[in-house]
Every structure is written in C-alpha cells, then in structure tokens.
C-alpha cells in the first residue's frame, strides 16, 4: 500500500495557540517616487568621421566645452569663433587616467560638455589597463589581450571599455552632455537578404559572431550617433564628383550609421545640416536650446 500523504501544514501551524502567522512583505531598500518633470539630464552623443573632417572643430562648438585629448591632433585646437584655445583636462595619457578626469565632477562645474577625443584611441590604450587589472582564470598577469585565451580577451575588453560609458553617464545625470569622438571605418555589412555591403561605422572593435561589438555598445549607449562627410559626392566614370562642402547626418543610411533622438520638444532635427562653414553651431542650436551660434561673441581682429 502506498504512503498517505499528511496534510500540508499552514504558516504558524506549530504555534501552540493554534494560530498562523501572515506572511510580511519585505521593507523596500529605497523609496521611489514619481512626477511629470522634464529630466534635466545631458545628452549622449558619439561624432565620427574621417581624418581632418572637422570632427574636433564641429565637438568645440558646443556649449561650454572641456576637451580631454588622447589624440595629438587636439592639443592645440582653438574655438572657430573666438580663437581662443580650448579649456582642456591635463596630463591625462592613460585609460586609467581618462576614467578618473571623468570621475573629477567638480572639474567640469563651469562647463556644459565634455568631449573625450578620441574613444578610437581610447580603446588602444585600454589593453594595458585591461591587462594591469584583469588577471587570467589561472591567476597570472597577461601582457597582450591574446594572453587570456581564444576570444576571452576581447570579452574583457568589451568590459573594460564599458567602464567609460558607466563613468560618462554619472556626468550626463549631473546634466553634461557627453561627446565622444571616434575615427571612421568602412565595414563589410553582412545581409542576410543578399550580398553584403560596405558600411562606413565609428572604429571601434566590430565584435564577431561569437564575441560581443564594442562599436555597437558605444552606439546604442548614445542619443545621437553623427557623421560629417562629403555632401552629395557620387562616382561617375570611376571618378568622385559632387560638392566638396562637408555636411553633418544625423539620420542613417545603408552606407553609413547615424541615428538621433527626438527632442525634448517632440521635434526631430533635419537629417542634413551643412557644414561647409567651420564656425557653424547649427547643429547644436538644434540639439541644445541656447547654445551660442557666436553672434555674441566678438570675433579676433584680423
């Protein structure tokens, strides 16, 4: 004969008064509250382009920029309007040394925006870092990112690289808006619905089937992904033709990434705006209500 099964005992049912004990439910670690406010948070952008596009120039327009430079190419740059040298953060040549300028708040209480030029850069000096403070599963220190195994490497890379996305978006909650500055690449785009195609992308580690894209990170972490090029240029004979004036898209297309968030104000900003003019801020009077075209700002004498 099979075992009877007992009766299922209820909560408290040992207590010799015979009374149960109703469950609680556990205190809340924080309480949260709710509103219709606007957020007064800064805006996320990643600006890519080719090499003396103007992406450095076009990042300084913005409101009340601090530049941190990785790359030699902005270490003397001045602002198109006044031609005054750009306020930047010093001596800071290292992954390490990027993450705590970033972590500095009180530096930037005078600034509105914060670029970081460039992330492509970044990225390279990253490896040291990664190497300096992630050790191999078996415990000893690895001096290149093939140390750590088949493809194990660049997992902690693309962790590594995260930490400045983390260290960015405390800036963005205290209301900075965040620039970062990447190189251009042209990729092979594969399509599952026919050939692949080339794609021009910002130039940071695509990933693979089996390891995680840092480009991807860096770009679904932005609000707005830009890209300055050539306008209106096109092939013909096997020969460039078309303007040469530079434009900025905000908006992607099959050959190049681009995306932007629609504003606070429910509009969305053109998916053109020229560029041909260095000292032209008219896309961060679309972005950033406010910012200075420069019509206030006495230019030098010639």
Known sequence: MPPRRGKPKTLGAGDPAGK??????????????????????????????????????????????????????????????????????????????TRAALQQYGLYDDNETV???????LEDLSHAYMCATIPHEKGHTCTSIEGYGYGKGYRHLYDTMKLILQDADELVRRGKNVILIAQCVPRSIPNAGGEDYLCFCP??????????????????WADDVLFIAHANAKVVDHKIEG??????????????????????????IPQVISFEDTADDSLWQYLFEGASDGSDIEPPPE
């Not at 609680?24 to 600006?47: D, E, V």
């Not at 390891?211 to 990170?217: A, G, K, M, Q, V």
């Open 203 to 220: 130039r940071l580690y695509p990933g693979s089937k089996n390891l995680p894209s840092i480009e991807l990170l860096y770009s679904e």
């Open 115 to 121: 670029i970081i030029d460039t992330v492509t850069k």
């Open 243 to 268: 303007a040469a004036t530079r434009a900025i898209y905000t908006f992607g297309e099959l050959h190049f990434k681009a995306k932007t968030r629609v504003l606070a104000s429910g509009e969305t």
């Open 20 to 97: 149960t004990t109703p469950a609680t439910a556990a205190t809340p670690a924080k309480k949260f509250t709710k509103s219709r406010k606007a957020s007064n948070r800064g805006r996320k952008i990643l600006l890519y382009a080719a090499s003396g596009m103007g992406k450095t120039t076009l990042a300084v327009l913005a409101p009340k920029p601090i530049l941190i430079p990785l790359d030699d190419g902005s270490a003397d740059i001045k602002h198109p309007v006044t031609n005054e040298l750009i306020e930047q953060v010093e001596d800071v040549r290292t992954f390490g040394d």
